[in-house]
């Protein structure tokens, strides 16, 4: 599996030591988005993608962030202890999405993505810039969006059906019954003259 393409995207004025977004595409047909380009003390280095660690409120059983003191659904303080931490007692905060599982293919995509953010950083320099991170991978390219096709399961197997999501029109729909047009009253039979009602409507 070779790695096909990266694309960066610079972060301006940055206060903190993040530098760039980056995605990575493996033999131009898988795409990972959001890893992240980190100034660390010994020059960039790459962190995968990832999302926050929750823990469960012990009083009412709500997920919150590890880093919150107080339950966002009761208020009840909550337990410093729920924390993970490494051997050196920091906290785990943060898990990856998606991360190479060995130091070869780490230092495989390490190496290229500094080398890419590198050339960005050049080409940045460089009148007319504009980053391609926020380009379509091909996910979007729709020709007619009012027909979809969506696969739905047959007793022969699964077969594709066309579902069409466009709108149609509405009919018309007859008034309520106070606008309706006041028409001429069906003829009366001998025997609905019983009386009842009688001077109601007269």
């Given amino acids: 599996m070779k790695i096909t393409e990266v694309r960066i995207k610079l972060m301006e004025n940055s206060d903190d030591r993040l530098r760039a977004f980056c995605s990575i595409t493996f033999d131009d047909c898988f795409v990972i988005r959001d890893l992240k380009i980190i100034e660390g003390t010994n020059g960039p280095f790459v962190a995968m993608p990832s999302r926050k ?46 991360h190479p599982i060995n130091s070869e293919c780490r230092e495989s995509i390490q190496n290229r993505v500094i080398q890419e953010y590198e050339v960005e950083l050049q080409r940045s320099a460089q009148p007319g810039y504009s980053s391609k991170y926020d380009d379509s991978y091909g996910e979007d390219d729709i020709d007619d969006y009012s027909t979809l096709e969506e696969t739905a399961p047959s007793r022969a197997g699964a077969t594709r059906v066309a579902v069409s999501t466009q709108i149609q029109p509405a009919e018309s729909t007859p008034p309520p019954p106070h606008q309706m047009p006041r028409t001429s009253a069906s003829p009366r039979r001998p025997d609905d003259d ?7 409507f007269d």
């Fill in 194 to 200: 019983d009386g009842f009602g009688a001077g109601i």
């Fill in 53 to 98: 660690l929750t823990g469960h409120c012990q009083h009412c059983g709500a997920k919150n962030h590890l880093r919150a003191c107080f339950c966002n659904q009761c208020g009840k303080r909550l337990d410093e202890s729920r924390t993970v931490r490494d051997p050196e007692g920091r906290a785990k905060l943060y898990a990856d999405i998606a």
